[in-house]
């Protein structure tokens, strides 16, 4: 379920469920981490994560290395952590690098009309010897791309 606000830091009006959410135009929170190395040379190279073929939504698509919607009762950086243990096998000793860089909104539209939402966005700098391994299912495969690559 998602927690239904009249802005961010009120209390809950009600919880909805996850897919009835943006029927109703209410505003939709989510977490995405990026994760990235750099080189020995600086050089930056992110990983990229290509969804699961069987995702009910966006299947076999490009996504963040980790990403997920805010549970009703979770928290931020509870979320965060969580999508990064099930669909990276990030540790807890590597979360601690995580670190809050903004927040992006937006209008999704798809064949149910728009649909607003607000994404928590996070980097999370890690080491080169580091390769995500999903656990949950949701994520295909990761590539370890430069940014050129990326663009």
Request: with cysteine.
């Amino acid at each position: 379920n998602y927690s239904v606000r009249s802005n961010f830091t009120a209390e809950p009006l009600m919880e909805v469920e996850r897919a009835a959410s943006g029927l109703f135009g209410f505003l939709q929170y989510g977490v995405h981490i990026n994760g990235f190395t750099r080189g020995p040379d600086g050089e930056m190279k992110m990983w990229i994560g290509r969804r699961s073929k069987t995702k009910q939504t966006f299947p076999d698509m490009f996504d963040n290395m980790c990403a997920g919607g805010l549970a009703a009762g979770m928290g931020i950086l509870e979320c965060a952590k969580k999508e990064c243990q099930e669909e990276a096998s990030v540790s807890d000793k590597l979360l601690e690098r995580l670190k809050p860089v903004g927040c992006v909104s937006y209008f999704y539209e798809d064949e149910r009309g728009l649909q607003p939402e607000s994404q928590f966005v996070f980097d999370l700098e890690l080491p080169d010897d580091f390769t995500p391994v999903n656990a949950d299912g949701e994520m295909g495969s990761f590539q370890h791309l430069t940014i050129p690559e990326v663009i």
